[in-house]
């Protein structure tokens, strides 16, 4: 009896073997307008083409502006920004971007570049 009891067990997959053969999420990265920050919740809504994303902030986001890092005290809504979010919502990372490079809003359309001047 205890030899087929110590059969089993051996032929018993060890716990996370079904998840062996999937490969990890990977984290994707966004880009957007930053719509609200929550320093007390830890959260960022962030406008993305897709829509709003609330993304969870820890000690361990880093934040990045043009020429330093930065904390989470340095993001306010209306900043372009982009962000790599993991699986769960949580952002790895937030890269301020310069004015310029804010993505535009839907329905917006963007106008011609004046030609050369005579």
Request: no cysteine.
């Amino acid at each position: 009896m205890l030899a087929a009891v110590l059969a089993a067990l051996s032929l018993a997959a060890p716990p996370g073997a079904a998840d062996a053969g999937k490969p990890a999420p990977r984290p994707r990265t966004v880009a957007g307008t930053v719509a609200e920050v929550s320093l007390a919740r830890a959260r960022l809504g962030l406008d993305a083409p897709e829509g709003r994303l609330v993304l969870s902030l820890d000690r361990n986001t880093l934040v990045l502006l043009a020429a330093r890092q930065g904390t989470v005290l340095d993001l306010s809504p209306g900043l372009p920004a982009r962000a790599s979010i993991g699986p769960n919502g949580e952002a790895y990372w937030i890269e301020i971007l310069p004015k310029e490079a804010a993505t535009p809003s839907p329905g917006a359309t963007a106008k011609p570049s004046p030609g050369p001047s005579p």
